[in-house]
């Protein structure tokens, strides 16, 4: 069972969950509960509170007034990369490195922007994830998008994966088409960030933008700073992109605008 599934059952239990460990009180937040227990069991829940799946089930149950059973709490060690020897592509080149933690304690869903970060890196680079605990429902999700996985703890709620995109088929990054440097000599607006705009103004402009370009049209952004939660959302809305830094403080973004 999910934990979505679980808290949409039994909107009770979430006072449970957070008295079984603290790394769940980040439930409370409306958007995070919406978002992130849709991808994530009891079991990999557990082992994200540091708990045992088993132990958390029955604390479940007894709270219901169940009897536990066994199979209800299945392991998660075989998810796990923690523990396990070092690859030999841990020295291969850093394409890109994300710290989830500040969105994550602002109340904010990563995803969109991994896939993002994701995109950026090459067949053969590793993408460097900084989170909190130990993503286990990703490591699917990255598989399928060509990526080898493995974790190592560095301090307490301080998890550092490493995701290496794989050579050859399956390496390449799904999702919009990139574009190319032929694109860059044709574009309908443009528009500009500055640096001294609070977060969300900064996307909402650029889509306020986009939004008012045709299905084909370009639009080109002058940014202070790679949009790695606009990049998130470009892949989500399924508009190509192509990404430029010119010099610090100095990023140039060409969108396409998706049919």
Request: net charge neutral.
């Amino acid at each position: 069972m999910r934990v979505s599934q679980l808290l949409d059952e039994h909107p009770e239990l979430l006072e449970v969950l957070i008295e079984a460990s603290p790394a769940f009180a980040k439930l409370k937040n409306p958007l995070l509960r919406r978002t992130m227990p849709r991808l994530v069991t009891l079991a990999q829940a557990a082992r994200i509170g540091g708990l045992e799946p088993a132990a958390l089930v029955e604390r479940l149950n007894r709270a219901l007034g169940v009897e536990t059973l066994a199979a209800e709490a299945p392991s998660v060690n075989a998810e796990s990369r923690l523990g396990t020897p070092p690859p030999e592509w841990l020295g291969a080149p850093l394409g890109f490195r994300l710290d989830v933690r500040p969105i994550l304690a602002a109340g904010g869903e990563p995803f969109g922007a991994i896939m993002a970060a994701a995109r950026e890196v090459a067949p053969g680079q590793r993408l460097c994830l900084e989170a909190p605990f130990e993503p286990l429902p990703l490591y699917r999700v990255m598989e399928r998008n060509g990526f080898s996985a493995w974790c190592e703890q560095a301090g307490p709620e301080h998890y550092r994966v490493h995701f290496l995109r794989r050579m050859g088929p399956g390496a390449a990054p799904r999702g919009p088409r990139s574009l190319g440097d032929a694109d860059w000599a044709v574009y309908a607006a443009e528009v500009s960030v500055e640096a001294n705009l609070e977060p969300p103004l900064p996307m909402m402009r650029v889509l306020e933008a986009l939004a008012r370009l045709e299905p084909g049209q370009r639009l080109l952004v002058h940014h202070v700073r790679r949009p790695v939660h606009l990049l998130a959302r470009l892949e989500q809305d399924g508009h190509p992109y192509a990404l430029r830094e010119l010099g610090p403080g100095q990023v140039e973004l060409l969108i396409e605008k998706g049919s």
